[in-house]
């Protein structure tokens, strides 16, 4: 029997996956309040919800995921009977150079929205019907061989980063709590997103800037490194079958059938960043330093760079279970859904602008120059 929500948290609702979360939901049900919960990270950006400032459904408040006696009060407050927790510090890179913000946040503030979901669904007057939904990673389960079986839900778990080994933690907070104490839960491991409104330190973002900017393209090593990108839309849709349809205590992989190395996807960016360069004489005048303007190729910018620490090598996911028991399908293709997010940037450059400096043609001058 389907579940049917009535008010929802969603914590990290200004980021990247939780942002685009906030829309799909807003625009694919008719009852409840959407309330967000955000630290406003340098990941988090309120210019991602803009436009729903005068929905009477949404509402956004500034808080920390590890205060819990604020979750507990904002729960109350909205009688929220689910919480969809996208909220985490999410960049591999980060977690190798500091991995500190990455435990408090990742590991000790999802128990903290654990603690507060029991106190007030299980301990206090309980309520029988609520949902927990975690959001995690594939990297949970390590790096796969060029012919190994893609991960699935019985995948023995071996986090390689620091990043990972937070993410694996908080499954294992979350399956505990459903475990121990009952508490309604369901979790989905991902691959990697790629769309609107991602934060442009993440591989397609910051190679399409990079582009438009005539500046190096930093690989990984020999970038063959292989990743399942799966289109952020797709990715919410099967977040909200899974609340919705997902068994308690389960956990449903998601992919997006779309296995690429790194350098086919960064050759791919610049094959397409090239023709919208040459076609529109709006873009040329906007990035006088991309190659294409001048007659290059983006691609003579590819720069292969130190590789990442403990980089792994592979992810594949097998998303059959979520087929079978959520109806889920990706329904984007890798060719259309880069073609798109590609039009997004292009489209609406006062966005990333904005996260890359408050003056950004002073931004542009010290970074860029020539
Ligand atoms: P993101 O970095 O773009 O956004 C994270 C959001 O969480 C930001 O808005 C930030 O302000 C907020 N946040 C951070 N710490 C907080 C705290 N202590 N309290 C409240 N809010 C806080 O991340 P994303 O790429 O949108 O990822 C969202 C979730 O999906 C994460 O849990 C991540 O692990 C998971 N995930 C991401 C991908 C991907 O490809 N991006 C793939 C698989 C899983
Ligand atoms: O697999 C899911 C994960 O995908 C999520 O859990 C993470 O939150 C998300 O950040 C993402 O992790 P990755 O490390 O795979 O994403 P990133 O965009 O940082 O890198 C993608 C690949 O590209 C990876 O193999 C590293 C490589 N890379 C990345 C950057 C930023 C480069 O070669 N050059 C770069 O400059």
Known sequence: MSFEPNNVLITGGAGFIGANFVR????????????????????????????????????????????????????????????????????????????????????????????????????????????????????????????????????????????????????????????????????????????????????????????????????????????????VADHCQAIALAITDGKAGEVYNVGGNSETTNITIVKTLCDLVDEQLSQRPDLAKAFPSSPAVSGRKAMDLITHVRDRLGHDRRYAINYAKAARELGYAPGRDFATGIRATLEWYLSDQAWWQALLGRDYAAWVKKNYAA
């Open 24 to 231: 799909h939901w807003l625009a694919t049900t008719q009852q409840g309040k959407v309330v967000v919960l955000d630290a406003l990270t340098y990941a988090g950006n309120i210019d991602n919800l803009k436009g729903l400032e005068s929905d009477p459904r949404y509402a956004f408040v500034h808080g920390d995921i590890c205060d819990e006696a604020a979750v507990k009060r904002l729960m109350e407050t909205h009688r929220i009977d689910t919480i969809a927790h996208f909220a985490a510090e999410s960049h591999v890179d980060r977690s190798i150079l500091g991995p500190d913000d990455f435990i408090r946040t990742n590991i000790v503030g999802t128990h903290s929205l654990l603690k507060a979901a029991k106190a007030l669904w299980l301990d206090k007057k309980p309520v029988a019907t609520h949902r927990f939904h975690h959001v995690s990673t594939d990297e949970v389960y390590g790096s796969l061989g060029p012919d190994d079986e893609p991960f699935h839900e019985e995948t023995p778990y071996a986090p390689n980063s620091p990043y990972s080994a937070t993410k694996a933690s908080s499954d294992h907070l979350v399956r505990a709590y459903h475990e121990t104490y009952g508490l309604n839960t369901t979790v989905t491991n991902c691959s990697n997103n790629y769309g609107p409104y991602q934060f442009p330190e993440k591989l397609i973002p910051l190679i399409i800037i990079n582009i438009l900017h005539g500046k190096p393209l930093p690989v990984y090593g020999d970038g063959l490194q292989v990743r399942d990108w799966l289109h």
